[in-house]
């Protein structure tokens, strides 16, 4: 008996393409170039988004250190009028100025 491998055999299957499938399949590709390009540029604009949440944790966090930083500021300045008028007077500008920004950066509420 003669024993025969399976990879002595070798089947080969030719189609013809036909012109509605080719159409079909390029359209397919075209949507799928599509989706691939929309994904590309939303991960761009959730990079840009991440980037400005970072600058501005950073800013908040340093308002926070400036606010934290008052009771010292009071308690180095002791009883001394003149250190006390200037400490208030740095506090009033950076107050206005951190009031400022947050103004300059907060979008107008909508109208009903």
Known sequence: M????????????????????????????????????????MMAAIDDLQAAVAAEDTVIDSAITLIQGIPALIAAAGVDPARLAALQSDITA?????????????????TP
């Not at 399976?6 to 509605?20: A, C, F, G, T």
């Not at 950076?94 to 909508?110: E, G, I, R, Y």
Request: aromatic share 0%; net charge negative; charged share 25%.
């Open 2 to 41: 003669h024993e025969i491998k399976i990879s002595d055999i070798h089947v080969h299957l030719h189609i013809k393409p036909d012109p509605e499938v080719r159409a079909r399949l390029d359209d397919i590709l075209d949507q799928l170039g599509l989706v691939v390009s929309t994904q590309e540029t």
């Open 94 to 110: 950076k107050s206005s100025a951190l009031a400022a920004a947050v103004a300059a950066n907060t979008p107008a509420a909508p």
